[in-house]
């Protein structure tokens, strides 16, 4: 069964930064597109940033710059490098696993809050 475990968030204040983890179990990552995805308060589910299993990555305009998505295959553990942060940051992080090959396999993650404030 394959299982996302993110770590990491925090409260923080504006200008400081983070650094969340997710902790893959049950999936090659060989075989998966890897990505965080957030959910700020009352708002929906937003892209962040995503990466490919050959280092492929892409950002959402609102992070790019400031955060870096990457990724140990070997550890399967992907991580999301959170800098500048701004209080509009502030959101539930979710990472996120999609098969490259097999329709409709992807997972989720529980959630890791980041709050942005001085």
């Known amino acids: 069964q394959a299982q996302l475990v993110e770590s990491g968030g925090d409260l923080v204040q504006p200008g400081g930064s983070l650094r969340l983890s997710c902790a893959a179990s049950?999936?090659?990552?060989?075989?998966?597109?890897m990505g965080w995805y957030r959910q700020p308060p009352g708002r929906q589910r937003e892209m962040v940033a995503t990466?490919?299993?050959?280092?492929?990555?892409n950002y959402s305009d609102s992070v790019q710059g400031r955060f870096t998505i990457s990724a140990d295959n070997a550890k399967n553990t992907m991580y999301l490098q959170l800098n500048s942060l701004k209080p509009e940051d502030t959101a539930v992080y979710y990472c996120?696993?999609?098969?490259?090959?097999?329709?409709?396999?992807?997972?989720w993650g529980q959630g890791t809050q980041v709050t942005v404030s001085s």
């Open positions: 049950g999936i090659n990552f060989s075989f998966y597109t």
């Open positions: 996120n696993a999609v098969h490259r090959y097999l329709a409709h396999t992807e997972y």
């Open positions: 990466i490919t299993s050959n280092g492929i990555d």
